[in-house]
């Protein structure tokens, strides 16, 4: 047989001693300096059809802490070990609810668990946390519609969706679409596969977020307006929807508003606002008809009325990028990028209304975690704006079970 070349052979040494360096530097790097977007890329994995979402079988650290996943990726005991006899619930939300930055018997799906166990002796209870990290309502409808999913008997199916749904960036294939517009048609196979095996590892995953860091400073040149991943209209639906599915399952159903804390809007007074709502529908419609200068002129009069809706802000921004003005261009959108707190913090407002009128219009009980954990008053409550603390876990395991054994959710004879 004729021996490979020896340059040939000392290139591929070289390669895989000099990747071997990297990938540890890259390692240490992340788990020292990354911030949370470079480490979740250790726990998620890009999906065809829900656009990401855990990693199944996971047996490892995320942001300091051991983190176990089951055949689903969820942070929970494996299906196929829940007895039949069990009396079982299912929690769906985002983070806060998978536990973001608490360890797994700090999160309120298992000190739940542990508090119903005590309240119902000899009865088996399983809680089974259906968190998964930086999903909305739609990405969480679809995922309870999984086989996997629907074969389980759910007694109590409590539904905690909000937060995410406000944002305008994911953490996989962010675009100017809302989620059920970019995951409408199903991702290409070949590409999510060659994706996770190119993720996989560290010095390329903080290569390419670094890369895409950099061209991310200069978003102001893009041309297109942020839109919010789930809009009003559509969060009611798929929450409609969640509701539906669970009284197919002949489920009991618990409503969870989302807690945060980020500064309030000022908001002007509601004839200011009515009059900034006008001029910026107007300028929509002449930006949609590329009559720029005249948009420019009735997004900066919405402005004057409500200096701090920043919808305007962004399509000023868009207008300044076909007009040819940078300089605009770019200060528009950063003042819209700053306003974005107060955004977040009147739209989730808005969320948690409209999950207060499907729980009058479905007869169903609804936790307002804000009143129940002062999570925005309670600095002990709270690691950052979104996520609780083990503290503010232990607040919301202690309602939940009040209000399961109040209510008798579980339908177990007392």
């Given at each position: 047989m004729k021996?490979?070349p020896f340059?040939?052979?000392?290139?591929i040494?070289?390669?895989?001693v000099?990747?071997t360096a990297?990938?540890l530097?890259?390692?240490?790097w992340i788990?020292?300096y990354?911030?949370?977007?470079d480490?979740?890329?250790?726990?998620?994995?890009?999906d065809?059809?829900?656009g990401?979402?855990q990693?199944?079988?996971?047996?490892?650290?995320?942001l300091?802490?051991?983190?176990r996943t089951n055949?689903c990726?969820?942070?929970s005991?494996p299906f196929?070990?829940i007895?039949?006899?069990?009396?079982t619930?299912?929690?769906?939300g985002?983070s806060s609810?998978?536990g973001w930055?608490?360890?797994?018997n700090?999160?309120?799906s298992y000190v739940?668990?542990?508090?119903?166990?005590?309240?119902y002796?000899?009865?088996?209870?399983?809680?089974?946390n259906?968190?998964?990290?930086?999903?909305?309502?739609w990405?969480?409808?679809?995922?309870?519609?999984?086989?996997?999913l629907?074969?389980?008997k759910i007694?109590?199916l409590?539904?905690a969706?909000?937060?995410n749904?406000?944002?305008r960036?994911?953490?996989?294939?962010?675009?100017?679409r809302?989620?059920?517009d970019?995951f409408a048609?199903?991702k290409?196979?070949r590409k999510?596969?060659l994706?996770?095996f190119?993720?996989?590892?560290n010095?390329v995953?903080l290569?390419s977020?670094?890369?895409?860091?950099?061209?991310d400073k200069?978003r102001?040149?893009?041309?297109?307006?942020p839109?919010?991943?789930?809009?009003?209209?559509?969060f009611a639906?798929?929450?409609k929807?969640l509701?539906?599915i669970?009284?197919?399952?002949?489920?009991?159903?618990?409503?969870?508003?989302?807690?945060?804390?980020?500064p309030?809007?000022?908001?002007?007074?509601?004839?200011?606002?009515?009059?900034?709502?006008?001029?910026?529908?107007?300028g929509?419609?002449e930006?949609n008809?590329?009559r720029?200068?005249?948009?420019?002129?009735y997004?900066k009069?919405?402005?004057?009325a409500?200096?701090e809706?920043n919808d305007s802000?962004?399509?000023?921004?868009?207008c300044?990028?076909y007009?040819?003005?940078w300089?605009?261009?770019?200060?528009?959108f950063e003042?819209?990028?700053?306003?974005?707190?107060?955004?977040?913090?009147?739209?989730?407002?808005k969320?948690n209304?409209?999950?207060?009128?499907e729980?009058?219009?479905?007869?169903?009980i609804?936790v307002d975690?804000?009143k129940s954990i002062?999570?925005?008053?309670d600095s002990t409550?709270?690691?950052d704006p979104?996520?609780?603390?083990?503290?503010?876990?232990?607040?919301?395991?202690?309602?939940?079970?009040s209000?399961?054994?109040?209510?008798?959710?579980l339908?177990?004879?007392?």
């Amino acid at each position: 047989m004729k021996k490979p070349p020896f340059l040939l052979t000392a290139v591929i040494i070289s390669f895989v001693v000099w990747f071997t360096a990297l990938e540890l530097i890259a390692s240490r790097w992340i788990r020292k300096y990354g911030d949370p977007l470079d480490k979740t890329r250790c726990v998620l994995v890009a999906d065809r059809l829900l656009g990401w979402r855990q990693k199944k079988d996971f047996n490892g650290y995320f942001l300091g802490v051991r983190l176990r996943t089951n055949e689903c990726g969820l942070r929970s005991k494996p299906f196929s070990s829940i007895p039949v006899a069990a009396k079982t619930i299912l929690i769906l939300g985002p983070s806060s609810t998978f536990g973001w930055g608490v360890a797994d018997n700090q999160t309120y799906s298992y000190v739940l668990q542990k508090l119903l166990a005590k309240k119902y002796p000899g009865i088996q209870i399983n809680v089974i946390n259906a968190g998964q990290i930086g999903f909305s309502s739609w990405q969480g409808l679809q995922f309870y519609k999984e086989k996997k999913l629907k074969a389980l008997k759910i007694d109590l199916l409590i539904l905690a969706y909000g937060v995410n749904d406000v944002d305008r960036f994911r953490f996989f294939y962010t675009s100017t679409r809302s989620d059920k517009d970019e995951f409408a048609i199903p991702k290409d196979a070949r590409k999510i596969y060659l994706q996770n095996f190119l993720t996989k590892s560290n010095f390329v995953n903080l290569l390419s977020r670094k890369l895409l860091g950099l061209f991310d400073k200069y978003r102001y040149f893009r041309r297109d307006v942020p839109v919010r991943r789930v809009d009003d209209p559509d969060f009611a639906k798929n929450v409609k929807a969640l509701i539906n599915i669970g009284r197919e399952n002949k489920s009991e159903i618990v409503l969870l508003t989302s807690v945060y804390k980020l500064p309030s809007l000022e908001r002007a007074d509601p004839e200011r606002e009515g009059i900034s709502r006008k001029y910026t529908d107007m300028g929509k419609k002449e930006f949609n008809n590329k009559r720029f200068l005249e948009a420019v002129a009735y997004f900066k009069k919405a402005i004057e009325a409500d200096p701090e809706q920043n919808d305007s802000y962004y399509y000023l921004s868009c207008c300044y990028y076909y007009l040819g003005d940078w300089r605009n261009r770019k200060s528009m959108f950063e003042k819209g990028l700053s306003l974005e707190p107060k955004r977040i913090s009147a739209d989730i407002n808005k969320l948690n209304g409209i999950l207060v009128k499907e729980a009058k219009d479905n007869n169903l009980i609804l936790v307002d975690l804000e009143k129940s954990i002062m999570f925005s008053q309670d600095s002990t409550m709270a690691i950052d704006p979104i996520h609780m603390s083990a503290k503010g876990h232990e607040k919301i395991a202690a309602v939940l079970s009040s209000v399961i054994y109040e209510n008798n959710l579980l339908k177990v004879n007392q």
